[in-house]
């Protein structure tokens, strides 16, 4: 017999090899219903695997994350399933459950797959789950794997067996298909009831550029029609706001080839966006104690080999820069946090002087794959709000607490009240990815793991999703499609203080290390900027719009009534434009509404003599004529 331990602590006895679904059937039989997978001693497993050990269980639904990703996951080998039934020889690289859907990377040979194969991908994927077809695990031995792929001529299965040890094997079969995976997987086909395919395309083997581009079909399913019915009314709304369609109609941003990709370009309203919204920052980062400084765009080689980002990252960034000077190198700046450390360095420091807090808004380069690239999203060039903290270990608490603080202030200022704090820690069976002792990395992450619980906030930890040099925590925001987002970011480091040989002289007289906190509410301007767009689909608050108004005179008579209007409005600290062209005032109504500015006033003859504007509110309609004096007065009174 073995002890299955609930989450509620109760303790019931079972025979040995029971399966997670006969536990659940021993509760009820409508939870055994609707559970979709079991956590297994903290371990995801198959519902239908046999538990054969003491354990801990957690029984998941739909609404649970490991349930959906276990549903896309079998999905995937659906799909797969599905695709070699039509299309006979296919060859299959790796096929993952991802944020929403799964996607499997395919190689067709000859036969490109298009759009028109779509539906019967579909239809066959719908057909076959019919067939309620169980996901059947076996453990395999390291040369019957290879057998078996070399047999169906898969070299991309070849490949990925080359990495594995004997022991850790596994297949999972439904219907005629026979995958290569860990699982875990659905019970069996059954609950698959709606599928999609929502895109294809090309994808380098491994992400190796020089390795065979594959096609990816991208797709997504649910237990009912409904959900994928509510989905792609959810996609259908995100394309709309699109950052880059809108960044396009609201002339925020642009990219230019010749520029090159990826280096995203502020026209003059994104450039008064991103300003505001750095401005409300610095104002409030010195309140708070900060000191801002400015750093180069470029640091020596021996700067990254020293904080360790050319050992980590020096394969993945920009190639170096040479000059006429022998053996000189440079890099362009990938972090900011090596510059200020030198700037902590270059003079003697004091415990009376700590924290020692400085900020940057700091632009920094990284090559990104141009199949990575998105927008302002995901770019090569970007620019971190970045600071740095340096304190002694009893502040640590203190300093995080603090910018847990900041860091939610500004979220709710810019409207995002919906978040999650993720524990990113180091993952202890791959210590080699990092730098550091492991003394270090356990005060470190105690450190974020007390100050999150002390704070109140709503966590999930992942391991392995450290930085190199130290834990962090990160905010995941959800925006108003409730689309996840990670934004703000902040980090306990003991390592780079230990690498620059940072000290300070403490109240013993004797030298300390201080301990170095990284953060960035936005994280970067070009990411939050983009995800801003997208969360109020265009419409700025009133604070931040780059234009607040504009004035639309109903013809060329009144144009210089509405100058003058501009003018009286700009000395309230009012930001608008006058839309002089020669149009009709309907279509300049129109045509404005749709730039999404807050706020259109219309001047003719009787705003003329009157002094006054016809004021028209985006999403409201027409509010009626009030002198311009009142109308700056009920703006400011919104800001």
């Not at 859907?101 to 490109?112: A, C, L, S």
Request: a negative charge; one cysteine or more; charged letters at 30%.
């Amino acid at each position: 017999m073995i002890n299955i331990t609930f989450p509620d602590g109760n303790v019931r006895q079972y025979a040995a090899g029971t399966t997670a679904l006969d536990v659940a059937k021993s509760i009820s039989e409508g939870l055994a219903r609707v559970i979709l997978a079991a956590g297994v001693n903290g371990e995801v497993r198959d519902l239908l695997r046999p538990i054969n050990e003491d354990a801990a269980i957690k029984f998941y639904k739909w609404e649970d994350a490991a349930a959906k990703t276990t549903f896309w996951h079998s999905s995937a080998h659906l799909l797969a399933e599905a695709l070699e039934a039509l299309f006979p020889g296919i060859k299959f690289g790796i096929g993952p459950p991802i944020e929403n859907g799964f996607y499997y990377d395919v190689d067709t040979g000859d036969r490109p797959l298009t759009a028109a194969d779509i539906p019967a991908i579909e239809q066959k994927m719908l057909e076959l789950a019919r067939n309620k077809s169980e996901y059947l695990r076996t453990e395999v031995s390291k040369a019957d794997a290879i057998k078996y792929f070399t047999e169906k001529g898969d070299e991309y299965k070849l490949e990925l067996i080359e990495g594995l040890e004997d022991g850790q094997i596994t297949f999972y079969q439904q219907g005629n298909f026979v995958d290569l995976c860990k699982g875990p997987h659905l019970p069996s086909t059954e609950p698959i009831k709606a599928v999609k395919i929502l895109n294809l395309a090309g994808a380098y083997w491994r992400g190796d550029e020089k390795r065979k581009q594959l096609t990816r079909v991208y797709a997504i399913t649910f237990p009912k029609q409904k959900e994928l019915d509510d989905y792609m009314h959810l996609l259908e709304e995100a394309k709309k706001r699109d950052h880059r369609k809108l960044g396009q109609e609201l002339e925020l941003f642009m990219f230019s080839e010749k520029v090159g990709q990826g280096l995203p370009i502020w026209l003059p309203k994104g450039a008064a966006l991103r300003n505001r919204l750095e401005e409300f920052l610095k104002k409030e980062q010195i309140k708070r104690g900060y000191t801002p400084v400015v750093t180069p765009h470029i640091g020596s080689k021996s700067l990254y080999v020293t904080s360790g980002h050319w050992e980590k990252y020096g394969e993945d960034s920009f190639q170096p820069i040479l000059t006429p000077a022998k053996d000189e190198i440079f890099l362009l700046k990938p972090m900011n946090c090596p510059h200020h450390c030198e700037i902590f360095g270059y003079r003697p420091r004091s415990y009376r002087e700590l924290p020692i807090r400085i900020a940057e808004f700091g632009t920094v380069y990284r090559y990104e794959q141009s199949g990575e690239l998105h927008g302002l999203t995901r770019v090569r060039g970007f620019t971190q709000d970045d600071a740095h903290i340096f304190c002694t270990e009893d502040q640590v608490k203190e300093e995080f607490l603090a910018v847990l603080d900041l860091t939610r202030f500004v979220l709710a200022k810019l409207g995002f009240d919906k978040f999650t704090a993720q524990i990113s820690l180091r993952d202890p069976e791959n210590k080699e990815k990092y730098v550091g002792t492991d003394e270090n990395w356990r005060k470190a992450e105690q450190a974020i793991i007390e100050a999150a619980s002390e704070a109140g906030l709503t966590t999930v930890t992942e391991l392995g999703e450290a930085a190199f040099y130290g834990p962090k925590l990160d905010f995941m925001v959800k925006d108003a499609l409730g689309r996840s987002w990670q934004l703000g970011t902040i980090q306990v480091d003991y390592n780079l203080p230990e690498r620059f040989n940072l000290t300070y002289v403490g109240a013993d007289n004797q030298e300390h290390r201080p301990v170095m906190i990284h953060r960035a509410p936005f994280g970067s301007m070009e990411r939050f900027t983009g995800v801003l767009i997208e969360h109020c689909a265009g419409k700025f608050p009133l604070w931040l719009t780059p234009e607040q108004f504009v004035i639309l005179p109903v013809s060329d008579k009144f144009v210089e009534y509405a100058f003058q209007v501009k003018q009286q409005l700009e000395t309230e600290d009012l930001r608008g434009t006058v839309d002089d062209r020669n149009e009709t005032i309907g279509r300049k109504i129109r045509d404005n509404e749709l730039k999404r500015i807050p706020f259109l006033l219309i001047v003719g003859e009787k705003e003329q003599e009157a002094g006054s504007v016809s004021v028209r509110k985006q999403g409201e309609g027409d509010q009626g004529a009030i002198s311009i004096g009142e109308f700056a007065a009920q703006v400011k009174s919104m800001l």
